[in-house]
């Protein structure tokens, strides 16, 4: 698990490995597109994460259910990387749900 201060709501984001393993197995396969007009990641894009979860990168706040998400979008070679965090208030986490690619 990796964590980091997120200055744009007090919290500390949160990288772990179920949600690397969701990147990899739903958001990295080469030989798929999904019908979202997402596209897939590779290794060098997960490791943009940091650059990618900056508040001048927000690019609104929403709810899924009673969790509210804070949904970044950041301009790169070929498209839109599109990074969701979960945030958790009771423990103080920004928690990465997601991270795509759109076009």
């Known amino acids: ?14 990288l772990d490995s179920e949600h690397v393993s969701h990147l990899c197995n739903r958001h990295a396969d080469i030989d798929s597109k999904s019908p979202k007009r ?14 990618i979860v900056l508040p001048k990168n927000i ?10 998400r804070i949904i970044y979008r950041r301009e790169v070679t070929g498209g839109t990387l599109v990074a969701v ?19």
């Open 38 to 51: 997402r596209y897939p990641i590779s290794l060098a894009e997960i490791e943009m994460i940091p650059q």
């Open 85 to 103: 965090e979960e945030v958790r208030h009771g423990r103080g986490h920004a928690v990465l749900k997601t991270l795509y690619r759109q076009k």
């Open 59 to 68: 690019a609104e706040f929403s709810k899924k259910g009673r969790s509210p």
């Open 1 to 14: 698990m990796s964590s980091e201060f997120c200055p744009a709501i007090g919290h500390l984001h949160i």
